[in-house]
């Protein structure tokens, strides 16, 4: 059956906004096999129309606008923490972002089309595809790697256990396989007599080897925690509207302070705090006063982990850098670690001299970045690799393998965002960096949500979004190092590339009777 191009795109279109629904915070899976499969159909029907490579570029490309605009609505709340200036740049932002990022599901779709033969070919080339361009996009442009297909599993621990072999990227394929596989097996992949139903059985098999297979590796006890080790987050619920007030911002930070140290602090070994929790740059011999101020959260004979900005020292030539700063009580800095990704428009302006726009963050400077991802080592510490905000999204770049650490430290503010669907997935991408490196992961976010996660990626303690207060945890150990930490994203199309080519080697008798792939 073929659809006429327009109506394969409309199709497309509606399938990609549903798919949204499978995402962080609403998570209705039972959705992904309707919504993948009307745009495996989709795809697979046009194939016959004059010049079909564009015709798959076309019907990928609305299935991207309907997939991004919807899934990156709340990107616009940004822009309402000042509406009077930035405002205007909404729609913009809306349309701009589901066909700019539409453009890479266009390009899967496209490649997927040089799958030649028959119906499990077209099907297992699908998915390869599919696969291939969210790696792309992870690096693309500076890269932005937000809701690949595999991040619908983020909240069940055992169906996510896949991402410490293959990562993200290799449980999105994986993941694309077993939801089309009703519509490939109608279409003939797994031979002509009831290919629907055989396609079930694939599909219901596939998400069973997933969860059987995750249950085995998670063990059933809690995993063990660092000793002499006791973590406070703060999450003090500042709105992003009042966070930069000129008058407000020394009582935000002694607000901290007070957040900080009660009851129980004592017993607390670290206190952390979000991104840019301390407005003030506290860095230098000449931020003595705010130094101090925050100093006072430090637990005695610990550490106060904070996000401040960083400027250079004056008489320098005036950068900015958005930092990870530790302060022990004395005021004294034991370690810097300067943000290395910065998020376009929001910490700097790509083609600044040529574009009548300024960055939406507080100042007009843009941001310097830092000099990439390193394991910091502090006194009485475990070694951790921080990471600030969106630097947690990126698959495989969150870790510097020459100097494993033992756990990973995001600090985030996603208060931009309000009670939107962008906290819940900024926290879904993170829990996969725990199981894909095998390390716990320490998450502090200014409104939420903030949390302790284990590696198998099981989240031990939290505060939700919008929630004032503090949360007090151990530190889980880490795991040895995951296949994915040696090999990176490698695993996954390694993986790909086998099952593409299994047909070929199978001894015919063992085959399901698939149709030719020649």
């Known amino acids: 059956m073929t659809l006429p191009k327009l109506s394969a795109g409309w199709l497309a279109l509606v399938a990609g906004a549903a798919t949204v629904l499978a995402l962080p915070p609403f998570s209705w899976l039972p959705v992904l096999p309707f919504s993948l499969c009307a745009a495996y159909f989709a795809w697979n029907s046009v194939a016959v129309w004059p010049r079909p490579g564009r015709a798959r570029a076309f019907v990928g490309w609305m299935f991207g606008v309907g997939y991004f605009a919807a899934g990156l609505y709340w990107v616009s709340y940004a822009f309402l923490v000042d509406a009077e200036t930035y405002g205007w740049m909404i729609p913009f932002a809306l349309v701009g972002l589901g066909a700019g990022l539409g453009l890479f599901t266009a390009l899967a779709f496209w ?22 361009v969210e790696w792309v996009r992870s690096w693309a442009l500076t890269g932005f790697p937000w809701n690949p297909l595999g991040v619908v599993w983020a909240f069940h621990p055992a169906m996510i256990q896949g991402a410490a072999v293959v990562g993200v990227f290799g449980l999105s394929w994986y993941t694309l396989l077993a939801m089309t596989a009703p519509m490939a097996g109608h279409l003939g992949a797994f031979g002509a007599r009831k290919g629907a139903w055989k396609g079930v059985g694939v599909a219901v098999a596939m998400v069973a080897v997933q969860g059987l297979g995750g249950l085995a590796r998670v063990p059933d006890a809690p995993q063990p925690v660092q000793d002499g080790v006791l973590l406070r987050l703060v999450q003090p619920d500042i709105p992003q509207t009042l966070k930069w007030d000129p008058v407000l911002r020394r009582d935000h930070l002694v607000d901290q302070v007070i957040l900080s140290r009660a009851a129980g602090w004592e017993k607390v070994t670290h206190v952390i705090w979000s991104e840019t929790a301390a407005t003030f740059p506290i860095d230098g011999a000449e931020n003595t006063f705010a130094r101090n101020i925050v100093a006072q959260a430090a637990p005695p004979g610990g550490w106060l982990i904070t996000g401040a900005p960083r400027v250079s020292p004056q008489g320098e ?42 960055k939406i963050t507080a100042g007009r400077t843009d941001f310097s970045p830092g000099p990439g991802v390193r394991t910091v080592h502090l006194p009485g510490t475990p070694a951790y690799s921080p990471l600030v905000c969106y630097e ?51 998450r502090d976010a200014n409104t939420g949500i903030s949390a302790v996660v284990d590696p198998y990626g099981r989240v031990v303690a939290s505060l939700d979004l919008g929630q004032r207060g503090v949360l007090d945890s151990p530190l889980p150990r880490p795991l040895s190092a995951t296949i994915y930490a040696w090999t990176g994203n490698w695993s996954g199309f390694l993986l790909a590339m086998v099952f593409i080519l299994a047909p070929y080697f199978i001894p015919s008798r063992l085959r399901l009777r698939l149709p030719t792939t020649t």
């Open 317 to 358: 030539p005036r950068r900015l850098w958005n930092s990870v700063i530790a302060v022990d009580r004395d005021g004294e800095t034991g370690a810097i670690f300067d943000k290395a990704h910065l998020v376009p428009f929001g910490e700097y302006v790509p083609l600044g001299g040529i574009l009548p726009v300024t």
């Open 392 to 442: 947690v999204i990126f698959p495989g770049a969150v870790v510097d393998a020459a100097d494993r650490p033992e756990w990973l430290l995001n600090l985030t503010n996603d208060a931009w965002f309000g009670l939107s669907a962008g906290p819940h997935q900024h926290f879904a991408a993170a829990i996969f960096r725990a199981v894909e490196e095998g390390l716990p992961l320490v």
């Open 111 to 132: 490649l997927a089309g040089f799958a030649k033969g028959g119906g499990f070919a077209r099907w297992a080339g699908f998915a390869a595809a599919w696969m291939a």
